[in-house]
């Protein structure tokens, strides 16, 4: 059931985008046109500096009225270009403001499934920043919680790479058959940041960050400023490394880079998961990483492997001229006849095989190419408003199973077992310490379901 939602979501946005399809209809049920005054979101941002800058031009043709972050500084900044908003530091306190329609979150991963599970709560838009949320549980319940209001809500996960062409092109190859009978998809990154545990206490918090909103639902460790050591947009290459705050690279690079692969097979989740790497580390997530899933046969291709790796763990190149170390963060299809080679901007096709005339390959005609996504951030804007259905490329049923399988990897990894998982009830079937991981213990007084 859930690969064919897939697929019948794919093929609505490939035919409204192309046709320019849908009429715009406002919260009130009011037809209107798409620039008219009336028809502006309401928006809160929470997390207002670092990533979030990469949204002020993308939501200033609408009205910005809510500003939040544990940083009083970090609402400034934003203030600067948004003067009419009211701010917070506590994102509980900014989803009670009445008057809002949409989020955008750009906060630490560590909340993000709790922002996400409330903004759906009170009937708003919500675009998140990767990852969704911070383990398969949180996930499996921001989801479900979706899914009851997708024709209601318009989600986005932000994985903004997926509007780059080169994914629909590697797509089509796959997908009509230029390697053959997908068989095995490899997707990696290089990104190395390697740390022995949790800073140790070290001075007092600005009197501006509110350092206890930080560390939220996470366990309390004591104030380092290592944790802010990051500029503008890098900032989370100072704390996502370690288990209570992120995922590492997982959640990171991880989510844009396994989008290649995501987009590509049409998949529901896994049926297994399998994890290897260096030596576990209870404080931080491991560097260099190995894991893989069996991913079950759709209607368009069989069962396939899919294999995440990272921090120099890399797959097997096809051929010794081909240097896969060379692609930062990339991507491979293994098929009956080839492989496909691509990056986020670029692809090749190896053909493999005595046979390997490409005789096979079932190029699409030129009216059939997908079409341009277009601008990310717009996407989920116009689908706020009414736009395709509501329906976004990285919506949460998309972007939620891809980091339910790749959180279920991580999982694997600690207990050093292949797991059995039953994607229907959300649970490892044949060990309980993975299935107890599969969730977290929130501190005192935070609640996901608020």
């Known amino acids: 059931m859930m690969k064919t939602k897939t697929i019948q979501r794919r093929d609505f946005l490939k035919s409204t985008i192309a ?13 209107s046109g798409a620039n008219a005054p009336s028809n502006k979101l309401n928006v809160a941002m929470i997390g207002t500096w670092g990533r979030a800058d990469a949204h002020f031009n993308a939501i200033s043709s609408e009205n910005v009225v809510a500003l939040c972050d544990v940083d009083e500084d970090h609402i400034a900044h934003a203030a600067k270009r948004f003067p009419k908003a009211k701010h917070y530091v506590d994102w509980r306190k900014c989803l009670e403001q009445k008057d809002l329609d949409a989020v955008i979150c750009c906060t630490t991963d560590h909340t993000h499934g709790f ?6 709560n ?9 990852p969704l949320a911070h383990t398969v549980e949180e996930t499996r319940i921001v989801r479900a919680n979706y899914l009851k209001q997708r024709d209601k809500l318009a989600t986005q996960v932000g994985t903004q790479r997926h509007a780059k062409p080169n994914f629909e092109r ?19 990154g290089n990104r190395q940041i390697r740390r022995k545990g949790y800073p140790p206490a070290k001075g007092t918090p600005p009197k501006t960050l509110h350092y206890d909103l930080w560390i939220g639902p996470s366990p309390f460790h004591p104030y380092n ?12 290459l100072s704390w996502n490394m370690y288990w209570d705050y992120g995922t590492g690279q997982v959640g990171d690079m991880g989510s844009h880079t396994i989008d290649l692969v995501w987009n590509a097979i049409d998949a529901g989740l896994p049926t297994t998961a399998e994890g290897e790497g260096e030596k576990y580390n209870p404080e931080v997530t491991p560097v260099e990483l190995h894991t893989a899933f069996d991913i079950p046969a759709n209607d ?3 069962p396939v492997r899919v294999h995440w790796y990272q921090g120099g763990m890399m797959p097997r190149s096809p051929r010794g001229y081909v240097d896969l170390n060379k692609i ?5 299809f293994k098929g009956t006849k080839g492989y496909v080679i691509c990056d986020y901007d670029s692809r090749i096709v190896l053909p493999f095989g005595d046979d390997a005339d490409l005789t096979y390959y079932n190029r699409r005609p030129k009216d059939e190419i997908i079409p341009p996504l277009g601008h990310f951030q ?7 408003k009414g736009k395709n259905g509501r329906k976004t490329h990285c919506d949460f049923e998309y972007g939620g199973n891809a980091i339910e399988m790749m959180h279920l990897g991580l999982v694997s990894y600690r207990v050093g077992e292949k797991l059995e998982y039953d994607g229907a009830r959300g649970r490892v079937t044949n060990n309980a310490e993975a299935d107890a991981l599969l969730s977290r213990k929130y501190r005192p007084g935070w609640v996901l379901d608020g």
Request: hydrophobic share 40%; charged share 20%.
């Open 19 to 31: 046709t320019g399809a849908g009429l715009v209809v406002l919260p009130s049920g009011v037809l």
């Open 115 to 120: 922002i996400a599970n409330w903004t759906l």
């Open 122 to 130: 009170r009937g708003l838009h919500c675009y998140m920043e990767k």
């Open 170 to 188: 590697v797509r089509e190859l796959v997908k009509d058959g230029a390697i053959g009978e997908l068989t095995d998809c490899y997707a990696w």
């Open 225 to 236: 400023p290592e944790y802010f050591a990051g500029g503008p947009g890098m900032n989370c």
């Open 300 to 302: 368009w291709r069989g």
């Open 328 to 332: 930062g963060h990339g991507a491979m």
């Open 378 to 384: 717009r996407e989920w804007v116009d689908a706020c």
